[in-house]
């Protein structure tokens, strides 16, 4: 079945500095989606891409869905401490119905 | 608009038991998906359920089952249960489930199996 892989597992940074994280697929995908979980919380979706080549911010957070279709990025600008969490990657085929298929996360910790 | 509610949030089993897990969508959506967290094998999408029917499902075995009802209030269930389904159940929920949507995640159900 689809894989995705995302890297890094986890990640420690200085409050401040900027992140980088990615997610790599077997196949295409139609819909790109990030999310972040808190502990014992369901995923929040962060930013949803649906064309090959989008780049779409939403505030320090930016994404962009590679042009292959194949591959996704988030970056995230002056980390601050509430950023803790892990963050997942999703893709959707957009055949049938709705699966989408998840990375395993990236464990993000800031350090103040 | 209020987000997707699940209940319980908390649950403990015995192995052998069987257990029903509730999820209400965000009102309006009409496809309910369900996915299985946990630490080793991640998120894993069980089933979805669009006008009351089971639409696509995942590889789990026939021990997990689902059902939607008429106003889009969707339950899964977990018949004899093993240590191994302890897990973060979610249930997401979209408009109608094809094409470019985004879904929605509610807060999920912590089942533990002692």
């Known amino acids: 079945g689809q894989q995705l892989n995302q890297s890094p597992q986890s990640m420690f940074i200085q409050e401040g500095e900027d992140v980088s994280m990615n997610c790599t697929s077997s196949?295409?995908?139609?819909?790109w989606l990030w999310y972040k979980q808190d502990p014992g919380e369901g995923p929040v979706l962060l930013i949803a891409l649906y064309k090959a080549g989008e780049l779409t911010s939403n505030g320090r957070l930016t994404a962009q869905f590679g042009i292959t279709r194949k591959d996704s990025f988030l970056n995230i600008s002056a980390s601050i401490p509430s950023d803790v969490g892990i963050y997942f990657c999703?893709?959707?085929?957009?055949?049938?119905?709705?699966?989408?298929?998840f990375g395993k996360g990236t464990k993000l910790s800031v350090i103040p | 608009k209020a987000g997707v509610t699940q209940t319980p949030r908390y649950l403990i089993k015995t192995r052998g038991q069987q257990v029903t897990l509730s999820c209400s969508p965000i009102s309006g959506h009409r496809s309910v998906s369900w996915y299985q967290q946990t630490p080793g094998q991640g998120l894993q999408f069980l089933f979805e359920y669009f006008s009351e029917t089971q639409r696509n499902k995942g590889n789990f075995p026939g021990r997990f089952s689902g059902r939607q009802f008429s106003n889009s209030r969707s339950e899964m269930n977990v018949s004899t249960l093993e240590l191994g389904d302890s897990a973060l159940y979610l249930c997401?929920?979209?408009?109608?489930?094809?094409?470019?949507?985004?879904?929605?995640f509610g807060p999920g159900t912590r089942l533990l199996v002692l």
């Open positions: 999703a893709g959707h085929s957009g055949a049938g119905s709705y699966q989408l298929t």
């Open positions: 196949s295409i995908f139609n819909t």
């Open positions: 997401a929920s979209s408009l109608d489930g094809r094409g470019q949507e985004t879904q929605y």
